[in-house]
């Protein structure tokens, strides 16, 4: 049996979950989510709880149950919290701006890197070298930050880039002179 998929995901006061089929709509303070689950894969609501129930012991069976319980577990997580993620632009020059619903990214290429920024996802600018990505959707927030940092992603000998906050860039020494 799955550690994870046995687990029951509970349900807080301020949200409601209505299980159709294989469609599962989570909606909170937040916002709303859906999923269109497995169909060999039973979701059930019982006392405040879902609970996420395989119909056999196959390899696959067992693998999709802990991924189901997760995915519901993080839509519940996403409409009462929301998800975040933090990256930092090092460089001298390097920063960012928000024009509109674009993201502008000015980072030592002959032109600025033009990006748009997806529904259900808002970007902060504390600073023009901290940008902070949230929404409702968790892997929603982590493709966009993961894009984003793609632009230029960390580079070992001066450290410039993209990344995380507390992501640490191994650094190489460089040419040895002669």
């Known amino acids: 049996m799955s550690r994870v998929g046995k687990n029951p ?6 949200v409601k979950v209505e299980i159709s089929g294989t469609q599962i709509k989570v909606t909170g303070p937040q916002g709303e989510l859906l999923l269109d689950a497995n169909p060999r894969m039973k979701v059930e609501q019982r006392n405040g709880q879902i609970l996420v129930v395989r119909s056999s012991d196959s390899k696959q069976d067992c693998s999709l149950h802990g991924l189901t319980r997760s995915l519901i577990a993080n839509m519940v997580d996403g409409v009462t919290k929301g998800y975040s993620k933090e990256l930092e632009i090092h460089g001298r020059g390097y920063r960012a701006q ?5 993201l ?3 980072l030592g290429y002959s032109h600025p890197v033009d990006f748009p920024i997806p529904e259900g996802i808002k ?3 504390p600073k023009p070298t901290h940008l902070i990505v949230k929404g409702i959707d ?5 493709q966009v930050a993961a894009e984003i940092r793609y632009f230029y992603e960390p580079e070992p000998y001066k450290g410039k880039g993209i990344r995380y906050v507390g ?3 191994r ?3 460089g040419k040895a002179v002669a």
């Open 9 to 14: 995901i509970a349900i807080p006061d301020k």
């Open 98 to 102: 928000l024009k509109d619903n674009v």
């Open 104 to 106: 502008n990214l000015l």
């Open 123 to 125: 970007i902060e600018l």
């Open 138 to 142: 968790k892997q929603l927030v982590g």
């Open 167 to 169: 992501e640490y860039v």
């Open 171 to 173: 650094r190489k020494q």
